[in-house]
């Protein structure tokens, strides 16, 4: 059976000599369902109309940049040494985590030019941007990419997963972990909590940290997993931003409750 297993193929289709990738279409296809929904949230929350629209045009160039340079930083050993394939971005290699340093710090200042609190705009943005990770994982699917270690066959059918992920997991002989389908499956969880909790009308910046804490507690055990990971040394550079964001984001949970005891809420109209 295992000789007829062939792998979905990654190219949804060809426009002459430009080939159309499945990957770049499910994340575009996040974005574009990401975006949507922050902006209606947005004109709910009585922000101006353009405000997420003309966010995107800054951070999404800025995000794809800053994840590709996180990766080359870890990757040095090989970039040194060939700069030239430094820029081709098109061949692989992003880090989730500088993208999402590079958005916000994109955010803080547009927040600032605009005299919009970053808190709300990161509060409406959260699970949009939970939601875009947890479709994003499935281009990685289409490039049987970031994946775990060997399993069987067995198994993954122990997970009662649908052949057409069992297969896909199947590379040069060897089954493999799934653990794109892991974070996406944790992800979409966060995205379903975090609509929830808009309801508990938790205090401004809260929603925002609360949607740190969650996907970082799932990223470090699905990159404990993985094979791919960005090493510093001996330390997974994944696992160690992780804990870093969860302390960071506790703390800041604590200090603004102890000294910002009036801090707006989520569900004020104010900016």
Sequence with gaps: MNETIQPLNPIAFSLGPIQVHWYGIIIG???ALALYLAI???NRRGLPKDTFADLML???PIAIISARIYYVIFEWD????HPADIPKIWNGGIAIHGALIGSV???IVFARKRGISFWKIADIAAPSIILGQAIGRWGNFMNQEAHGGEVTRSFLEGLHLPDFIINQMYINGTYYHPTFLYESVWDFIGFLLLILLRRVNFRRGELFLSYVIWYSVGRFFVEGLRTDSLMLGSLRMAQTI???LIVVALGI???RRTKNPAE???LDQTN
Excluded: D, F, K, P
């Design 29 to 31: 296809s996040g974005l």
């Design 40 to 42: 209606r949230e947005a």
């Design 58 to 60: 800054w951070a999404i």
């Design 78 to 81: 090989y970039y040194g040494s």
């Design 105 to 107: 710090i994109t955010t």
């Design 242 to 244: 992780s804990i870093v």
């Design 253 to 255: 949970l604590v200090y």
């Design 264 to 266: 707006a809420h989520y």
